[in-house]
Each structure stands twice: as C-alpha cells, then as structure tokens.
C-alpha cells in the first residue's frame, strides 16, 4: 500500500453528516486495493438514537462507508483527475456485521476490487479497529457519465 495524498471529496459528491469517511490513507501501486480511515464522533447525533444509553453505531452506516471507500478505489482507478462521472452504489450482495462499533472508535476502511467493466464495478471491503473485525461487505456499483 503506497501513501496518497487526495482529499476524499474530490472523489464522492457526499458531505457532512454523510460523508462517512475522513481521509484515504493508501492505495495499491495497481490500484485495486484501498485503505481509508473513518472515526466515529462520540457528538455524533445518531448514536443518541442508536441506542440510549448504549451506543452502537449503525451497521447501514457502516456499509456506507466501505461503499464510499469503494468509489474512490473506483475513481482513481478508472478515470483521469478532473473527470466527473456518476458513481453510484446499486446492489449490496453480502453484509457481515461481526462486533460493535462504539462513540470514539478510530476504524480502519480497507476495499479490494473483485470485478471491473466499463459500467460496473464489484468491491468487497471490511472495517477494522484496533485489528478487530467489525463488518464486511460486497458492494456492486454502476459508473456513468
């Protein structure tokens, strides 16, 4: 995994409260696998629903997530800086919710793409913290113009 320097923003149309992810850290000389790095706000309001008195952050959320991380992997991989097309997040094939994520969890975002063609793409991505396993999921996204 190679250091990038790119501001996540340039790459996913999101911003706050759903730009999930706060910065990429690395990406494959190949640019097939990336890392990112998200941190869960102990203020952030959902967590003051999900659950009172027991926070847990939310799964979907969390899927979310490595889907934004999937379409910057897609992005840098397949387009020239600058080009603007449409990434879009289609089809969830698999999620795996493994353990909690709590207020103040630094979690690391990793993806790796399994399939490419010219309007679709297919990444699996998993969320860890501290090493531990917390989510995995298969993302499929559709790339237009």
């Not at 020239?80 to 990434?87: I, K, L, S």
């Not at 399939?115 to 679709?120: A, D, G, I, Q």
Request: aromatic share 6%; proline share 7%; with cysteine.
């Amino acid at each position: 995994m190679e250091p990038i320097s790119v501001d996540v923003r340039s790459l996913l149309p999101h911003r706050d409260p759903m730009l999930l992810i706060d910065g990429i850290t690395g990406v494959t000389r190949d640019k097939t696998s990336l890392k990112a790095h998200m941190s869960v706000r102990r203020d952030d309001p959902v967590l003051r629903g999900h659950f009172p008195h027991d926070p847990v952050y939310p799964g979907v959320l969390l899927v979310e997530a490595i889907a934004q991380a999937g379409v910057c992997l897609v992005k840098l991989a397949s387009m020239d800086p600058g080009e603007r097309a449409t990434v879009r997040a289609i089809k969830l094939l698999y999620a795996e919710f493994v353990a909690e994520v709590r207020p103040g969890d630094e979690l690391e975002v990793d993806v790796k793409t399994f399939e490419v063609t010219p309007f679709l793409s297919v990444f699996g991505g998993r969320i860890t913290c501290g090493g531990e396993l917390k989510t995995i999921a298969i993302v499929e996204v559709y790339v237009g113009e």
